[in-house]
């Protein structure tokens, strides 16, 4: 049986027994700040009994980063990415890692216990019980991947609904009629209903959901499985750039249909693979880069004072186009 980790001492208990507000807390220990002598004294003595570290003392604490996904190239790439910008901020890091998103209750809680100042989770988030220990240590959470709003954690990711309609819109453009989305987890993909919806108000057929994992061989099953079908369909928007190139391959060693063709597969990610010359996968362009700067700097800003709100972030992306759906001039001239 897993027991709460123990509490943290914060700032709203050192307030309740120097009998002061919080804000006063804040002000004692930060500095140039207003705050009256004998405020102040109050202050200090009951964190000095209480062993109270301050919000300003979670710089010298290591950043701690939890990752749900370890197969993935994009999250490879996040990952290494994230680790050099921390260090370039003279931030430490502390990495926790599991391909079972059952266990990231555990992770966090490890992070918790190891004196993390912050976390920055990768597509998961923990349970609301672990979500509160967190809390009552005042640790701040930055969530990277995820569109679901989350009680005291920061959302940093992309416009994922908006990024849908411009893959259905390009799609459109082409003439398709037959979506389909190869989903990894159809219960939260903004990006892949927002793709569904848009085709489905445009008078398509019913857009078709075939649901599997995040790895090429899952794409080639998938291909298999849209090739069994009676309406094999023509515009196809896949939640990773791995399960797209395992799709265009299945399709081309099962069938006769040639991509772009008589269908337009588009991915999700513009990892490196997406661009080798046996693929020239089109895709959606992630701003990496944007998306760790602007997770770090959230997170810094959130460490250094415990008043600050947790923020929801959207960062707009783009669609690439390749060799696997026609693009605009030969949709047009088409």
């Not at 120097?18 to 009256?36: D, E, L, P």
């Not at 990024?163 to 892949?192: C, F, H, K, N």
């Not at 196809?236 to 991509?259: K, Q, W």
């Amino acid at each position: 049986m897993t027991h709460p980790l123990p509490r943290r001492i914060t700032s709203s208990d050192v307030a309740q027994l120097a009998q002061v507000s919080r804000s006063a807390v804040s002000r004692t220990f930060t500095a140039g700040a207003s705050v009256a002598p004998h405020t102040r004294q109050r202050v200090l003595a009951a964190a000095a009994e209480l062993g109270y570290r301050p919000a300003s003392a979670r710089a010298d604490r290591p950043v701690a980063v939890v990752m749900a996904n370890v197969l993935s190239p994009y999250f490879a790439e996040l990952s290494d990415r994230l680790g050099a910008e921390l260090a370039g901020r003279g931030l430490r890091t502390l990495f926790f890692i599991s391909s079972d998103p059952a266990r990231i209750d555990d992770l966090v809680r490890n992070a918790i216990a190891a004196d993390a100042g912050g976390i920055i989770l990768f597509s998961a988030v923990p349970s609301r019980v672990v979500l509160a220990e967190a809390r009552s240590n005042d640790l701040p959470i930055v969530i990277l991947d995820r569109n679901e709003r989350v009680e005291n954690a920061s959302l940093v990711w992309i416009d994922s609904a908006e990024i849908g309609r411009t893959v259905a819109t390009r799609m459109l453009a082409e003439g398709r009629r037959r979506p389909a989305v190869i989903a990894t987890a159809s219960d939260r993909s903004r990006e892949l209903k927002a793709f569904a919806d848009t085709m489905n108000a445009a008078g398509t057929g019913p857009c078709r959901w075939i649901d599997t994992g995040w790895s090429y061989a899952d794409g080639v099953e998938a291909a298999a499985r849209m090739l069994a079908g009676e309406d094999v369909p023509d515009a196809v928007f896949a939640a990773s750039d791995a399960v797209a190139i395992g799709v265009l391959d299945g399709i081309r060693r099962d069938s006769r249909l040639t991509v772009p063709g008589d269908m337009s597969i588009i991915g999700f990610g513009d990892t490196a693979p997406s661009n080798w010359l046996s693929h020239q996968l089109s895709t959606v362009h992630i701003p990496v880069v944007a998306l760790i700067q602007t997770a770090v700097s959230t997170l810094m800003a959130r460490m250094a004072s415990t008043g600050t709100p947790a923020p929801r972030i959207w960062l707009s992306c783009d669609l690439v186009e390749r060799g696997t759906s026609l693009g605009l001039d030969d949709a047009i001239s088409g």
